[in-house]
């Protein structure tokens, strides 16, 4: 249950990240899709630690999200230079000189 | 008077002083802008390369771009698929690891990579615990202390946290069995180890989230433990403390990803149809 749920926070994190919003032909959705398909009955394999496949995913996931919550906040709270006077004055509720009186 | 000086100093140099009075710019280099529409993943002998429309990318060095894993090379094809006007190097981690193991800019040979990471332990977080505070102390103890005993387990190593300033001692057998394990794998694979250490600050917890016995955004918190405890009592301020969060989680998601895709290989046996 853990996988199908890890697939789709994939799938909807390469949605988000992708610049047009489209994943039909995106390498690596298509490339997560196959390997989920190949670890579909187990993916317990000789030499690897259990479940590994699917921390990879996780892991991946984690990447994608903290990536776009990082790019959220940054576009959010980051230095744009100094203000203009409007700016400022709207800010604290003044007029500027030649703004209409009412 | 000052008409005479100001004739004598070439104008250039008062436009360059009146400039800088006015504005104190910093000068960054200009992001580069996308240039390509498209990003795919080429097999050419044995190793995978990325394409940027018909252009091969390559690395800050000039050479050629290289990874012996495809699904790094994905990873990387679509982080740079996913920029959206201008390309931001500084946020794109995966690429950056690679390109870093590619050219190695400092010249680091194993050794070196394997010294810095072994005197990384006497000064690992998670081995310097605080008792003067008890649900802090509480807290280091639950969730420190099981790491500690699994690294010591998993490792074959005597490693002991300290209560106080003094660092604890690692003996010169702990550090053998570590460089030992260290040194058996590739360089880009310690590529991967150091990014994650100095991400951590602590040995331990990475070599936990490589060995995904803890998951990344745990190991995070198990690093920022002290902060999230202050958090408690101080608050949380958004554009430090969550931002900070967020880029060490991806900074630990990529150099786990590509540690462990840069070691595991898959051999393919395909039966032949007669």
Redesign the interface.
């Given at each position: 249950m853990a996988a199908v749920k890890t697939l789709r926070g994939l799938l909807a994190e390469?949605r988000a990240?992708?610049?047009n919003g489209c994943i039909k032909n995106?390498?690596?959705s298509r490339?997560i899709l196959a390997q989920y398909k190949k670890f579909q009955t187990t993916d317990q394999q000789l030499c690897?630690?259990r479940?590994?496949a699917l921390?990879?995913a996780?892991?991946?996931q984690?990447?994608l999200s903290?990536?776009r919550?990082?790019?959220e906040?940054?576009k959010?709270?980051h230095g744009r230079g100094e203000r203009t006077v409007r700016e400022t004055a709207d800010m604290v509720g003044f007029k500027l000189p030649h703004d209409p009186k009412d | 008077m000052m008409n005479n000086l100001c004739k004598l100093i070439p104008r250039t140099l008062v436009n360059v002083a009146r400039q800088s009075q006015n504005t104190i710019k910093r000068c960054y280099a200009a992001p580069i802008k996308r240039f390509y529409k498209q990003t795919s993943v080429l097999y050419n002998d044995g190793k995978y390369e990325v394409t940027l429309d018909q252009r091969k990318l390559k690395t800050p060095k000039g050479t050629l771009f290289t990874v012996k894993s495809e699904p790094l090379a994905i990873a990387v094809a679509t982080e740079f698929n996913n920029q959206k006007e201008h390309i931001e190097r500084t946020k794109m981690h995966l690429s950056a690891l690679c390109f870093t193991a590619i050219d190695n800019p400092n010249n680091h040979t194993k050794i070196d990579m394997v010294n810095y990471l072994l005197n990384y332990i006497p000064t690992d977080t998670i081995l310097f615990q605080y008792d003067d505070e008890k649900d802090l102390h509480d807290l280091q103890r639950n969730e420190w202390d099981p790491l500690i005993e699994w690294f010591n387990e998993r490792y074959g190593t005597q490693l002991k946290k300290t209560m106080d300033i003094t660092p604890p001692t690692v003996s010169s057998e702990d550090k053998m069995k570590i460089s030992k394990y260290l040194l058996s794998h590739s360089e880009d694979v310690l590529y991967g180890f150091v990014f994650a250490v100095d991400t951590l600050k602590s040995i331990i917890l990475a070599f936990a989230a490589i060995d995904q016995r803890i998951a990344v955004d745990k190991a995070v918190t198990l690093a920022r433990l002290e902060e999230e405890y202050q958090l408690k009592f101080w608050g949380r301020v958004e554009w430090a403390h969550d931002l900070s969060q967020q880029e060490l989680q991806a900074r630990l998601a990529a150099s786990v990803l590509f540690a462990h895709l840069n070691r595991s290989e898959y051999f393919k046996k395909e039966k032949t149809l007669i």
């Open positions: 390469l990240a992708s610049p995106n390498l690596a490339y690897k630690a479940d590994e921390s990879l996780q892991t991946y984690t990447y903290s990536i919550k990082y790019n906040l940054y959010e709270f | -």
